[in-house]
């Protein structure tokens, strides 16, 4: 039954977010993976890879991830990057899994993770 429609049964609606608990856990991978890596750069590093990779993709177990880099903050002391992920599938893709993190300017390459 289709649940585009409204027509569904309880069997079917437990099989379809079963799929998409799925499909999410596999974009928390890919944002442990991207929060590791992004974080561990200078901010010299980060700034000069902004602006020629807001959005690439990135594999994983055969299948393609698109991830959105986004400079959020950007004060005298520190900037503010947001990293989001997801498989560009509708609707699930509107709500990416998301993390952000901070990088000092003047100071040690350190980044503070911003949980959510």
Known sequence: MS????NFDEKSLVAVLGQ???RRNNWRVV???????WPAMSYNQVMSQLPDSECYE???KSKKYQVEVELLEDTELY??????VDDGSLPASLWPAAS???CLKNGPTTAILVQK
């Open 3 to 6: 649940i585009a429609s409204g």
């Open 20 to 22: 998409i608990r799925a």
């Open 31 to 37: 944002l442990k993976a991207e929060i590791k890596k």
């Open 58 to 60: 990135v594999e994983f």
């Open 79 to 84: 900037i503010h990057v947001g990293i989001s």
């Open 100 to 102: 952000s993190f901070v």
